[in-house]
Structures are given as C-alpha cells and as structure tokens.
C-alpha cells in the first residue's frame, strides 16, 4: 500500500510553544519524495518542502525544521516558538516513483496557535 | 516569477446550472493538475495533463465534468450540470521536471463553488 498519515487531527497550543506535526507514510518504491504543504484559511496550498528518499538529512528553515527518519518511515515536521500565523491546515504527501507524479495526501493536520 | 492563476475566486450557482473554470499556470510548466477539495478533506485529483494530453483523468465524473488544456498552456474546467455534492474549493497546480526527476507541485489560490 502506499498511503500517508496524519494521525494528528487538530492541535492547538498557545503562541511560543514549539510543535511537532507528524507524517507516517507507506511505500514499496525504494525511490521517492516526499513534501509538506500549507494551507491558511485563505485556502492556497503553500509549498513548504520536498524531500529525496535517498537525502536523509534534516532541514531547518527559520522557525521550520524537518526530521526525515527512513528507519520510521517518517517526516515531521516541527515549528519552534510558534506565531499566530502559523494557524492553518498542514498537509503531508508523498510521490512513489512510479505514480506519474501523482500526490497522495495525508489527512492534514489542523493547527491551531492561541494568542 | 508569476504564479498559478485562477478565476473566478468565487461562484454560487444552482443545481443543474453550468460553471466554468479557468487555470493559467506558471510559464513553462508543463504538466497541469485539477484537484477538488471538499471542506475538511485533503485534495482529491481530478484530471493530470502532460502539455495537451491527458495523463491520467480516472476520477474525473466524466458525466458531468470536462477538462481540456488545448494549447499546452491554460486549462478550463467545467461541470455541467452542477449538484449539490459539487460544492468544494477547485485548486489548479502545475509543476516542471527537472533533470534530476524532481518535480514539484504549485498551487493557485482555488475556486470556491457553492451549489445551491
């Protein structure tokens, strides 16, 4: 099966506080990649990430880090000292080599930053 | 760099009524995706197309949806005639392969149907 979930349905937590968004995912291909994307009430999905199968390193970008752990099949993803706009729908995909290029979505995890 | 283009932002129509939809993605992209997203639901895959041909468009609802992308460059999407269950956000992506295989996904901002 190839599949990715989000077991997280909604988090929320008060702004500063880090948080962590979970990503599981399934697949029989020894190649492929995966991503993360956001979706603000606005409703745009926002690229925020890809990542290779064979490129295990971590990735920080400000307050956003990912942790790709191919042992776990999974690909967290963590905001540090959050903000108000961080609020939105995060959604976690995967692309197996041979599927076209065809995304398949997790559920999405709804988060939610109180003042 | 521009990005995906769509429009209308929004539409409300009746039942049985007919809407159209328009999708320009970003220049030179050659691969372009419809997508539906039912409020509190992932992005569902509608149609694939690779410059003006169909890659894969098995979830279409042929009945009643069309989708076609004549030039290799815009799309149009129309359902005809609309139901109730229709009511979503219609997202428009569009991505180019680079030489290493990677591929990437863009969205536009969507358009928001009511199906009254």
């Known amino acids: 099966a190839q599949k990715v979930t989000q077991a997280q349905t909604e988090i929320s937590v008060v702004e500063k506080e880090d948080v962590t968004l979970d990503c599981v995912y399934e697949?029989?291909?020894?190649?492929?990649?995966l991503f993360w994307y956001k979706q603000p009430p606005s409703g745009e999905l926002v690229f925020l990430i890809r990542r290779n199968s064979f490129d295990e390193q971590n990735e920080i970008s400000g307050r956003y880090s990912w942790n790709f752990q191919k042992s776990t099949s999974s690909f967290n993803f963590t905001i540090t000292a959050s903000q108000v706009v961080d609020s939105a729908v995060y959604f976690c995909a995967l692309i197996p080599l041979d599927s076209n290029y065809q995304l398949i979505w997790g559920a999405g995890t709804k988060l939610i930053i109180k003042p | 760099e521009a990005g995906v283009a769509q429009s209308p932002r929004y539409k409300i129509i009746e039942k049985r009524q007919s809407v159209a939809f328009w999708c320009n993605p970003i220049s030179g992209h050659a691969t372009l995706y419809w997508y539906q997203q039912i409020l509190g639901q992932g992005p569902k895959l509608l149609i694939q197309f690779q410059n003006n041909g169909v890659v894969d468009d098995s979830q279409l609802p042929k009945d009643r949806f069309s989708a076609e992308r004549l030039k290799g460059v815009d799309s149009t999407l129309k359902i005809q005639p609309a139901k109730l269950e229709d009511s979503a956000v219609y997202l428009c992506?569009?991505?180019?392969?680079?030489?290493?295989?990677?591929?990437?996904?863009?969205f536009g901002p969507g358009t928001r149907l009511l199906v009254l």
């Open positions: 697949t029989r291909d020894t190649t492929y990649y």
């Open positions: 992506a569009s991505s180019h392969r680079g030489t290493s295989g990677q591929e990437t996904q863009y």
